[in-house]
């Protein structure tokens, strides 16, 4: 079983420039997750899916981000432009919906730092 | 905010020694669950209990829960280096929405 696969694992970027990072869900999973985890502000819950369709995304801080899934293997979460203060790792989760609560598998995130 | 906050935020211990971390939240929950989180990683689940259960036990870990306190308590017996981590709580409200709010985390050391 592969698990929740992410990419990039490190992102550098400039200030300005957009930024995609994507997530490849566990198969069969129907929830996916977006999270910020900053020393600051610890885990945030930006955005769910639920069968591609996005639940809940009052968790996404500003216009500035967005994201999608097309379908139920593959999501991105886009910044553009960039920040400074976007700097935190990102992860993506998935699980099975239909369960309520069940158990969160997570990415090994992606490390955004932009300068 | 249904955040919970794990206290303590740092605990030392020696391997062997008994480890204690606890956790409160602030809303009624449908279950509550505790992650590990490696350095440089993503966060592992651990253990889950649901509202009308009082105690969990999985291998070396307790899970406690007190519902009337809005309080948990994860405890790991005859810890080990490999232990070091950081854990953290997170809850589902009666909502019914399928989304974890996670704690702050302790930070736990297990040293050799």
């Known amino acids: 079983d592969a698990g929740v696969i992410q990419s990039p694992r490190h992102e550098v970027t400039e200030m300005g420039q957009e930024v995609t990072l994507r997530c490849k869900p566990i198969?069969?999973?129907?929830?996916l997750f977006w999270y910020r985890q900053t020393m600051m502000r610890g885990l945030e819950l930006l955005i769910y899916?639920?069968?591609?369709?996005?639940?809940?995304d009052s968790g996404m801080p500003e216009d500035r981000f967005s994201a999608k899934m097309p379908n139920a293997s593959f999501s991105t979460l886009k910044i553009q432009p960039s920040e400074p203060r976007d700097s935190a790792v990102y992860f993506c989760?998935?699980?099975?919906?239909?369960?309520?609560?069940?158990?969160?598998?997570f990415g090994n995130g992606t490390r955004l730092t932009v300068t | 905010s249904q955040q919970g906050e794990e206290d303590p935020q740092a605990l030392s211990i020696q391997e062997g020694e008994n480890a204690t971390m606890n956790c409160s939240y602030k809303?009624?929950?449908?279950?509550l669950q505790w992650y590990r989180q490696n350095s440089g990683r993503g966060l592992v689940h651990l253990i889950l209990?649901?509202?009308?259960?009082r105690e969990k036990h999985s291998g070396r870990l307790r899970v406690t829960l007190d519902t009337s306190k809005k309080s948990s308590s994860l405890l790991i017996t005859a810890s080990r280096a490999a232990d070091t981590a950081s854990y953290f709580c997170a809850t589902l409200d009666q909502t019914g929405a399928n989304n974890l709010f996670f704690g702050t985390g302790t930070r736990l050391t297990v040293i050799p």
């Open positions: 209990i649901r509202s009308n259960e």
């Open positions: 809303t009624s929950i449908n279950n």
């Open positions: 198969s069969g999973h129907n929830s």
């Open positions: 899916f639920n069968n591609n369709v996005p639940i809940d």
């Open positions: 989760a998935s699980s099975l919906a239909g369960q309520v609560g069940s158990p969160l598998h």
